[in-house]
């Protein structure tokens, strides 16, 4: 990796990991979905894809028809669900290469039914319901006619039938959750009465997997425990108080390269906006990441990096391809020295959270926006 200036570190073992603690938890046979949208949550398509074959998984879920079709090619037999919009345009290329859909209105349903008719082919949808997060979601009251419709369909098979929770993560007040799940099990009933009857019923993300297995049905969707980070700290705290033996692992280091150090002297002022001073005089190095590689501004001044297993603070401004860390405190700190900006080294860690908090975000956001073009290295 030397030849590499930043990179993101993917681990299989703590993926394997994670895959195998979160099947442990499923009650009955569902189906374990891995969901590797946005860049499998900034960790790398292709990596967390290929380590998630090997630990057995046939089932995957992207946002997006272009990762769904990468997958094809390295998965010829895999279930392989988008769970985004899909373009009138590419329904061909999702039919021809049995990707299934995620549709939700008679618009969808109709257009896939001319495109299996035109390619004599039976497409593959998944019918997504409303039940309170109130994104995209075919209404309770919409149902009977889309069940109309999709009885007339020739050419479109109801692979599935979804729902996506609001506040599953809210593990101290489930009210909410627990009304969207009676109103999943109202639309389920719906579609029964009119001779429907998906193979995959799904509404179980993460936390519904750790917490709470009434939702399991016949396929769970692991996001973002699957890449070893928590839902929510409240899922974290309700696991552990339940004793389930989750130890979920984090997959992901973040890494770059010292490019320079310098001697400072005190009172120095610090890059753009001359925001920071050097309070003593010392040392600064250059670390050639920022806020293109995915690296937040609002880290500006706030975060700490790892060098040597020693913390540096960030100094002043985040650039667009650079930072300014204090290494003041390292012993012998060279040029193209390891810079842990998330992850472990000796001693300390950083962690996604932590970031999250510096950033006002949460942990999802730290992760998926790692630049794509940062190579992924399976480790």
Not at 37 to 47: F, I, P, S, V
Not at 74 to 96: C, E, H, N, V, W
Not at 185 to 193: G, I, M, T, V, Y
Request: glycine share 8%; proline share 4%.
């Amino acid at each position: 990796m030397k030849r590499h200036r930043t990179w993101v570190e993917v681990s299989e073992r703590a993926l394997s990991h994670n895959i195998d603690i979160l099947r442990s938890l499923l009650s009955g046979e569902p189906r374990f979905c891995a969901v590797v949208k946005a860049n499998a949550y900034g960790h790398g398509l292709r990596e967390v894809a290929g380590i998630a074959a090997r630990a057995g998984v046939d089932a995957f879920a992207v946002d997006a028809i272009d990762d769904a079709l990468v997958l094809r090619e390295l998965f010829p037999s895999a279930l392989i669900l988008t769970l985004g919009y899909t373009m009138f345009d590419r329904f061909k290329d999702a039919l021809q290469n049995n990707i299934h859909l995620t549709l939700y209105d008679r618009e969808g349903i109709e257009y896939a039914q001319s495109v299996g008719r035109e390619l004599a082919k039976t497409f593959p949808i998944h019918l997504k319901v409303e039940t309170g997060t109130m994104r995209q979601g075919a209404l309770l009251s919409e149902l009977p006619d889309l069940a109309l419709v999709l009885s007339r369909c020739d050419r479109v098979a109801l692979a599935g039938v979804s729902t996506h929770f609001a506040n599953l993560e809210d593990a101290e007040n489930p009210e909410f959750a627990t009304y969207q799940f009676s109103e999943f099990e109202r639309a389920l009933s719906l579609l029964s009465e009119h001779g429907l009857a998906p193979t995959y019923v799904h509404c179980a993300c993460s936390a519904g997997i750790v917490l709470y297995p009434q939702t399991h049905k016949s396929l769970v969707r692991a996001g973002i425990s699957l890449y070893g980070l928590w839902s929510s700290e409240l899922v974290e705290i309700m696991g552990r108080r339940l004793n389930l033996g989750c130890e979920l692992k984090p997959v992901l280091a973040w890494k770059s390269r010292v490019a320079q150090v310098k001697p400072v002297n005190m009172g120095a002022p610090i890059g753009y906006g001359l925001t920071e001073v050097m309070r003593r005089s010392g040392r600064l190095a250059i670390v050639p990441v920022g806020y293109w590689d995915g690296y937040d501004r609002l880290l500006s001044s706030r975060a700490d990096v790892l060098i040597k297993g020693t913390r540096c603070k960030v100094m002043g401004r985040v650039c667009m391809n650079m930072i300014i860390v204090d290494v003041s405190q390292v012993p012998q700190v060279a040029k193209e020295d390891e810079v842990v900006l998330l992850g472990t080294d000796g001693r300390h860690r950083v962690s996604a959270e932590d970031l999250a908090r510096l950033a006002q975000t949460v942990s999802y956001e730290v992760v998926s926006r790692i630049n794509p073009e940062l190579p992924r290295m399976i480790v």
